[in-house]
């Protein structure tokens, strides 16, 4: 399979090779061409037909100039079978089921947000019974970077913009009286090491209440562009060791956990530190194609690892882009799985995918303007066909979200849901000539940057050389600077700004020290309770699978059951393969 | 001020920032304006102040998003205090965090808070405030 062709050569080869039948009549083209010419010369203005074609410039933007009107010309090898198919059905262009949101709407999914495991229980329990149906579990940062909350390093934001959990017991609270066998749990863990060491307390929690580990259904996200590349610290460890730790944990899920999602390629991070919309995919596909690669070495079939695999995506302002974005990247998925890795499996070459309304698309300035960009994104993500759906809060700009802006976010993806009546009918912007033309564009556009990545040696070596830390930096000054010289629109704050604007009065969460000292004495009275040299014997185990090639998660695992600490582990990993500084630019 | 009488200028994350869009932003805007910047990355406050005494920086910039902003400064004034740069360096914070918090973080000893800033706004209230503290 790997013949040493980039993944474009390959599926350029394999599409070449099967015939078509073009769905626009050729003898009707070639008239409309004319017709076209003569209505271009005669009818059109000569200042719209000198400037025919505009590029959008918004934030986050993939900057596709976009014409004035399209036609079936701009369409002219448009084949339906090939290209679009039917919903449910191959190349999934038009959605992963036949009957989409009739079948079952999106999971509506709002993160839960800052506080104690305690508080966090409640508001999940709350927005459960207000109708969202899966659970999004944010952790705080001290966890997010692996620190246990009694840290030095975690001073001042125990509990800050999601929740603490430092050992089992945590996941316990946070957890109970949700029926975790029947609600799917999203986790968003971030770095493949940070799933290695938080996912198995959740399975232990389980195992815990009696539940076996093959009922549990849910979502990590285990990606380690977002450790090497996406988030600053101060402990990483290398990418090429990182990226190793994401392929253990998605190799001991997938055998043992078997309804979990074992990665979310998260483009959507990626996306809001600061790439366009293209790269945001080819990124998170490039690592898909990486991970394919390194379980195929191990011996495992593309088939059966890739019925697990999910994509996190963020859509944007622009909203046929983010429409023709979700449908060009399941159709490019499906082509990779099929045409690279030789899949039969339909499960195995479906994009499933979260997704999360943009948040850096949302201002400071008067704030309530938010609901209503935020309610676009969710609407392409619905037009685009997502999976599952969080919009987000329209105090994004100043804090966590409050219970109320969450409240106002679930009502947002509600309405869409049952009172717009768009999910009548599956994929109902096909066929628009803008729209495919579109789409089209945008996959062939992610698929040049996934070869020019795998031209440098892969991902795993352009996130080595920092390549893709030094696109991202430029792309964010660059867009900072049309911020403000005016050349993205941003409503209320560069365009119609309001000359005597005030900064309204917003609920911000403010610290709580008394959650960090609740979380220090239950960890002083873990540690002192614990066996400890059952504790020190699974540590010492965990450095040793580090070192010599054993599974790191089934290590970790015999640590959650051992009550070893989130920080007790991070310094394990660092013990065995040392630290990495990431590269940034300004 | 660097030899070629460029303000200099440090920007720095506490440690377990994950947000680095805000620096990165500023750092290129503070570079624009012919400032000369040095992007740290995270670090904890004593160690900002240990490159801000090897470096002989006249400005200090934090960036902040997830918290901590409240305890971690108070560090890394008094390792400042310590280390004697105190008086006459600048320090700023920008990012996000409560509004209220603005008085606090003025009295633990910042310069200038930044909530949302322009390039002009930021330029203009450090060269405002190195002049001061010559």
């Not at chain 1, 590029?55 to 701009?74: A, C, V």
């Not at chain 1, 995506?313 to 030789?342: C, H, Q, T």
């Not at chain 1, 009275?525 to 699974?538: G, M, Q, Y």
Request: glycine share 8%; aromatic share 8%; proline share 4%.
């Amino acid at each position: 399979m790997d013949s040493g062709k980039t993944t474009k050569q390959i599926l350029k080869e394999k599409l070449a090779s099967e015939k078509g039948t073009p769905l626009y009549n050729p003898e009707a083209l070639t008239k409309m061409k004319k017709d076209f010419e003569v209505w271009q010369n005669t009818v059109v203005l000569e200042k719209d037909r000198k400037n025919w074609f505009v590029t959008p410039q918004t934030i986050m933007g993939s900057e596709i100039p976009r014409g004035l009107l399209y036609t079936p010309i701009d369409n002219e090898h448009l084949d339906y079978e090939k290209d679009l198919g039917f919903s449910g059905q191959e190349p999934f262009t038009r959605g992963l089921h036949a009957n989409m949101y009739r079948g079952r709407t999106w999971t509506l999914r709002q993160l839960s947000a800052a506080g104690s495991p305690e508080e966090v229980n409640s508001r999940l329990k709350m927005l459960l019974e207000r109708g969202a149906t899966g659970t999004n579990l944010a952790l705080d940062l001290a966890t997010v970077q692996m620190f246990d909350s009694d840290e030095r390093e975690a001073l001042g934001q125990v509990g800050t913009v999601g929740v603490p959990i430092d050992c089992v017991e945590d996941m316990e609270v946070i957890y109970k009286d949700i029926p975790i066998d029947k609600i799917s749990a999203s986790i968003v863990t971030h770095y493949p090491r940070n799933t290695s060491i938080i996912f198995p307390m959740y399975l232990v929690m389980a195992e815990r209440r009696g539940i076996s580990w093959d009922k549990l259904p849910g979502s990590v996200q285990n990606d380690f562009i977002m450790e090497s590349v996406v988030r600053s610290a101060s402990e990483y460890i290398p990418p090429r060791d990182d990226f190793r730790v994401q392929c253990d944990n998605i190799e001991f899920i997938r055998k043992y956990v078997p309804r979990w999602n074992f990665i979310t390629l998260n483009g959507y991070n990626l996306r809001e530190w600061g790439t366009s919309g293209i790269t945001e995919m080819a990124v998170a596909i490039a690592n898909g194609i990486e991970i394919l690669k390194d379980m195929g070495k191990r011996g495992y079939d593309p088939d059966w690892v890739g019925e697990r695999l999910a994509f996190f995506w963020s859509p944007a302002n622009d909203f046929f882009e983010e429409v023709a974005r979700l449908r060009a990247v399941r159709r490019l998925w499906y082509r990779i799985m099929k045409y690279r890795f030789g899949c039969k499996n339909p499960r195995s070459m479906w994009s499933k995918c979260h997704v999360q309304t943009s948040g850096v698309s949302l201002m400071r300035e008067e704030p309530m303007a938010n609901v209503a960009r935020s309610a676009y994104h969710a609407m392409a993500a619905a037009l685009g066909g997502a999976q599952s759906l969080h919009v987000d809060g329209y105090d994004e700009a100043y804090s966590v979200p409050s219970d109320v802006a969450n409240l106002l976010a679930l009502r947002t993806q509600q309405i869409i849901e049952a009172e717009t009546q768009i999910t009548q009918v599956v994929d109902p912007l096909a066929g628009s000539f803008y729209v495919e033309a579109l789409t089209n564009k945008i996959e062939d556009l992610i698929l040049g940057e996934i070869d020019e990545i795998e031209k440098m040696g892969g991902l795993v070596d352009v996130v080595d050389s920092g390549w893709l830390h030094n696109k991202a930096s430029r792309y964010i000054q660059r867009e900072q600077q049309m911020m403000e010289d005016g050349t993205i629109k941003i409503v209320a704050r560069n365009y119609f700004r309001d000359p005597n604007l005030e900064m309204p009065e917003i609920w911000v969460k403010e610290y709580d020290p008394a959650l960090a000292k609740a979380m220090a004495d239950k960890l002083a009275r873990i540690r002192s309770k614990r066996n400890n040299e059952k504790a020190d014997n699974t540590i010492n185990a965990l450095i040793d699978a580090c070192k010599k090639g054993g599974n790191v998660m089934a290590a970790c695992v015999e640590c959650a059951r051992a009550d070893v600490t989130v920080g007790e582990m991070r310094r394990a990993f660092v013990k065995a393969f040392g630290l990495w500084k990431t590269p940034i630019f300004a | 001020m660097a030899s070629n009488g460029k303000i200099k200028v440090l920007l720095a994350q506490f440690p377990l920032e994950t947000h680095s869009r805000g620096i990165i932003t500023v750092a290129g805007m503070l570079r624009d304006a012919g400032m000369e910047v040095i992007l740290m990355g995270n670090a904890l406050p004593a160690q900002v102040v240990e490159t801000a005494v090897q470096e002989y920086v006249d400005v200090i910039g934090i960036s902040t998003y997830c918290g901590g902003e409240l305890a971690l400064s108070k560090d890394l004034m008094k390792a400042a205090q310590k280390r004697g740069i105190k008086k006459r360096t600048v320090f700023l914070i920008g990012g996000i965090f409560p509004p209220l918090y603005i008085p606090k973080l003025k009295k633990i000893g910042f310069d200038g808070t930044f909530l949302s800033a322009t390039k002009e706004e930021i330029v203009a209230c450090i060269k405002a405030a190195v002049a001061a503290k010559k």
